[in-house]
């Protein structure tokens, strides 16, 4: 009843809209009462005869006004429940899918997505007048003629609207004369109806369904083919179909009623548009809601854009400062290869420098090592100047030992001399006699003394030739001091081992650096084997 109370509405949603009496189309469905005789087909004629003159397009059509009518009526059956009435393109789908198929065509569906394809997306779908004018120039029916496309319009009228389930002739088996006649049964959800002929006006009677009744499949007698029979509560029924094909197709569609009869269930079709509903409402609440997060996502992308436009101007400071830092390190660089050149030079300036340090270490070295094997030669040398010296002051030592034993002579001679002398000046003042003894005295004594003199001449030559002999040696040791002293102060130069030697005791006591008598013979053995084990091993 609601679906039905849906339908008169939007007929009458179309006669008002004709009639400009609400431009809101609307009525409340409490205003609506529907009584169980009401004839909903003439109701929906009387709407269309309100409507049509003004909306019907004026070109011509394929189609008659009766098959724009039912049409129009199956329109009002599968649009949306919102107003301005439109049917959806998956509903025109639907409807031309089911005309294709009363007109036993093939269905086209690239045709039908390009129809999609250049469909106005400002508008949710069709309106009822361009409905009837997309079925009546036929766009989707092509090949065919105008009785079959009316033929389909009325079979997908008479299933939509009309709720006929199946139709078709077959042979009845009479109550009372057991004669079997030919009628015209039409299934609805709750009833078959059978007709003298498929106009429909001469009605001969009703088989009430419901979900105790059911049908059963009889073998062929009495000349009859394709038998089945229903069961009913009071009243069972014999028919025979033309075929096998028809008799199992009226078994199955009757079969199929009854139990929708059983489980309280719509017609497939009501069943279908129902779904087909309410999977579009699911599509659009998910859209909606998919809608909404794609807003939120809008929102929360404009606000990621806002961060990644602040992200990126920091960026962009980043990258100034970046660039900044990243010309300043080139420079920086620059200027550190620039002083690495410069250090690397200078290091290879140093290295060469000391490369020729080294070669001149080295040669100094060699120079060295040079130096204290002449150093060696100097010290054997040096020993050997210290025997000479020590021999040259022993041979002074004689010299002068000798000398003081000359000038020891020389003075008793001379002392004697002088006292032959006042005894000669005494005796010469005594007496002239003894002058002249003593002349002879003298005399004796002038040749005593000329012997003397002879003598001290002697001994004068002699010291003569010991002094020469004495500033011969004393030369020698001036000589051997000043070699000494040379070889002294080159080593003490470069060891620091020899002090300069200066004449000293003439006791025969060991002299070195640190003084006479610092060393035993003994140490000064063992020091020297020391240092020449050094000397080696550098």
């Known amino acids: 009843m609601g679906v039905l109370k849906d339908e008169l509405l939007k007929a009458i949603w179309h006669a008002f809209t004709a009639l400009d009496l609400d431009h809101s189309g609307k009525v409340s469905k409490s205003q609506?009462?529907?009584?169980?005789?009401?004839?909903?087909?003439?109701?929906?004629?009387?709407?269309?005869t309100l409507c049509v003159k003004k909306n019907l397009t004026k070109s011509p059509l394929l189609i008659t006004e009766d098959d724009a009518f039912k049409i129009w009526v199956i329109f009002n059956f599968l649009s949306e429940d919102k107003y301005p009435l439109v049917i959806v393109p998956e509903e025109i789908e639907y409807l031309l899918k089911k005309l294709t198929e009363a007109m036993g065509g093939g269905w086209q569906q690239e045709q039908f997505e390009h129809y999609k394809i250049n469909f106005d997306d400002?508008?949710?779908?069709?309106?009822?007048?361009?409905?009837i004018e997309l079925i009546?120039?036929?766009?989707?029916?092509?090949?065919?003629?105008?009785?079959?496309?009316?033929?389909?319009?009325?079979?997908?009228f008479n299933e939509l609207i009309l709720d006929v389930l199946k139709q078709g002739y077959m042979m009845k088996k009479g109550h009372r004369r057991k004669n079997w006649t030919e009628r015209w049964f039409v299934l609805k959800p709750n009833i078959i109806s059978y007709y003298v002929s498929e106009d429909l006006k001469?009605?001969?009677?009703?088989?009430?369904?419901?979900?105790?009744?059911?049908?059963?499949?009889?073998?062929?007698?009495?000349?009859?083919?394709?038998?089945?029979l229903i069961k009913c509560f009071d009243k069972t029924f014999e028919i025979s179909a033309s075929d096998k094909k028809k008799k199992q197709e009226w078994i199955q569609a009757i079969q199929s009623t009854i139990h929708l009869l059983k489980l309280g269930s719509p017609p497939p079709h009501k069943e279908a548009r129902q779904r087909r509903k309410e999977l579009r409402k699911k599509l659009l609440a998910e859209q909606e809601e998919l809608e909404r997060q794609m807003k939120e996502l809008q929102v929360a992308n404009e606000n990621k854009q806002q961060e990644l436009e602040a992200v990126r101007k920091k960026?962009?400071?980043?990258?100034?400062?970046?660039?900044?830092?990243?010309?300043?390190?080139?420079?920086?660089?620059?200027?550190?290869?620039?002083?690495?050149?410069?250090?690397?030079?200078?290091?290879?300036?140093?290295?060469?420098?000391?490369?020729?340090?080294?070669?001149?270490?080295?040669?100094?070295?060699?120079?060295?090592?040079?130096r204290v094997r002449e150093l060696e030669d100097m010290y054997l040398k040096l020993q050997e100047a210290l025997e000479d010296e020590r021999q040259a002051r022993q041979d002074e030592e004689t010299v002068r030992k000798l000398q003081a034993r000359l000038l020891e002579e020389e003075s008793s001679k001379r002392a004697e001399l002088e006292k032959w002398h006042l005894e000669q000046q005494q005796a010469i003042r005594t007496t002239e006699a003894e002058k002249q003894e003593l002349e002879n005295?003298?005399?004796?004594?002038?040749?005593?003394?000329?012997?003397?003199?002879?003598?001290?001449?002697?001994?004068?030559?002699?010291?003569?030739?010991?002094?020469?002999?004495?500033?011969?040696?004393?030369?020698?040791?001036?000589?051997?001091?000043?070699?000494?002293?040379?070889?002294?102060?080159?080593?003490?130069?470069h060891e620091g081992l020899i002090r300069l030697i200066e004449p000293g005791s003439k006791n025969p006591h060991l002299i070195t650096n640190w003084g006479p008598a610092a060393f035993t013979q003994a140490e000064l053995e063992e020091r020297e084997k020391s240092w020449k084990g050094k000397k080696t091993t550098e």
Not at 151 to 156: D, F, G, P
Not at 207 to 217: A, Q, R, T
């Open 32 to 48: 609506l009462k529907v009584q169980d005789n009401f004839d909903k087909i003439e109701f929906n004629r009387m709407c269309w």
């Open 122 to 131: 400002s508008k949710d779908g069709l309106s009822a007048w361009e409905l």
């Open 136 to 156: 009546g120039n036929g766009q989707f029916s092509k090949g065919m003629d105008r009785q079959t496309v009316s033929m389909a319009i009325n079979e997908v």
């Open 202 to 228: 001469d009605k001969k009677g009703d088989i009430l369904l419901d979900e105790n009744c059911c049908v059963e499949s009889l073998p062929d007698r009495d000349g009859k083919k394709c038998l089945f």
């Open 315 to 370: 960026l962009e400071e980043a990258a100034s400062r970046a660039a900044e830092e990243e010309k300043k390190r080139l420079q920086t660089q620059v200027e550190l290869q620039a002083r690495f050149s410069t250090e690397l030079e200078r290091e290879k300036l140093i290295r060469q420098q000391m490369e020729e340090q080294v070669a001149q270490k080295s040669s100094e070295l060699e120079q060295y090592l040079q």
């Open 441 to 493: 005295q003298r005399v004796i004594k002038e040749q005593a003394l000329q012997e003397a003199m002879e003598q001290l001449q002697q001994l004068e030559l002699e010291r003569k030739q010991a002094l020469e002999q004495y500033e011969g040696v004393k030369k020698k040791l001036e000589l051997a001091t000043n070699k000494t002293k040379s070889w002294k102060d080159k080593v003490a130069q």
